[in-house]
């Protein structure tokens, strides 16, 4: 007898005693494979197959392989372009340091082009100046300029302005339009300078902007170009190109002044007010910029946002810049264009002085 049936011998009397003949058998074969199914699982299991096949996840690293796609990315540094353009446009943020250079570069490059600018209402004193900007509000400086020099013939000082008559003082300033708010600011400010500052224009915004009717650019108009004062003379043009030039996406006045001043020297304020405001006037308008014919226009990131055709927008140049009068009657020396003409009827103001030619006055930009 062998080892293996001496071991199943017990095995086999159990189940004679429980099954019989019949189920002799049976037993007999289920006792004699169990070993043998024993002995078989013993020896797969050191063959190590099926680990392998839990080895299976390392298959499974394969995706590894498909984080190719980052390698893809490396295409995005092609789109430079796009970078280029996003940056321009104003979608990434751009380091003050840099927005400084590009601010003295257009600054730079307007001085050379409108070397001649300068404030572009008549004036003879500060309280010219003073009288003249408040009126220029939602009008054109032509328009002003046309109309005071009857204004100060009548009204020279401001206790001769402080004493006037208001309905006379409306029919002077009418044509400027919203001639009757402008003349109670008028009548108010010059009260004001009588008895609070011995007739004299105050030299400091703090004071300026306490008077009837003067605003921060009202206050840097005149101490600018009255007093030598630097500061920024943030009217709508102003905004609007310091805004398409990226400088700033701003739209309350003294914000965007904050913002400017902290990229431009305080010696530049005034000059690059000045430079913008021309700019604006007479080639940077707002509904169609004449972008091709522009002197600046390899500085603008906004360029093409008006017309680039060299010969259409030459056409739509304005002022000295395309062969017109400028606004001001009494233009410096140095100005390249030709004065403007006088009002054309300015016999005694009555009705006629109202009407579409006085609201035509307050329409588009100056």
Known sequence: ????????????????????????????????????????????????????????????????????????????????????????????????????????????ALAEVYYYAHPELDFENPFELLVATVLSAQTTDLRVNQTTPALFAAYPTPEDMAAADPEALEELIRPTGFFRSKAKSLLGLSAALRDDHGGEVPGSVDELVKLPGVGRKTAFVVLGNAFGVPGLTVDTHFGRLVRRWKLTEQTDAVKVEQEIDDLLPES????????????????????????G??????????????????????????????????????????????????????????????????????????
């Open 293 to 366: 014919a522009c002197p600046i226009a390899e500085l603008c990131p906004s360029y093409g946002e008006g017309e680039t055709d060299p010969e259409k927008a030459k056409k739509l140049l304005k002022y000295e810049m395309g062969g017109q009068p400028g606004q001001r009657l009494k233009p410096p020396a140095d100005y390249p264009g030709r004065p403007a003409p006088p009002l054309p009827s300015r016999a005694p103001a009555t009705g006629s002085a109202s009407g579409p030619a006085a609201d035509s006055a307050t329409g588009p930009a100056r």
């Open 1 to 108: 007898m062998s080892e293996q049936e001496a071991a199943a011998a017990p095995a086999r009397k159990a189940a004679a005693g429980k099954t019989g003949r019949t189920g002799t058998a049976k037993a007999v074969k289920a006792a004699g494979r169990a070993p043998a199914k024993k002995a078989a699982a013993a020896k797969k299991a050191p063959t190590g197959k099926a680990p392998a096949k839990k080895t299976s996840p390392a298959k499974k690293a394969a995706p590894a392989k498909k984080a190719a796609p980052a390698k893809k990315a490396a295409p995005a540094k092609k789109a430079t372009p796009a970078k280029a353009a996003a940056k321009a446009s104003g979608s990434r943020p751009e380091s003050q340091a840099a927005r400084a250079k590009r601010a003295a570069r257009i600054n730079s």
């Open 268 to 291: 530049e304020w005034t000059m690059f007010s000045h430079r913008t405001i021309f700019h604006g006037r007479r080639v940077c308008h707002s509904r169609k910029p004449a972008c």
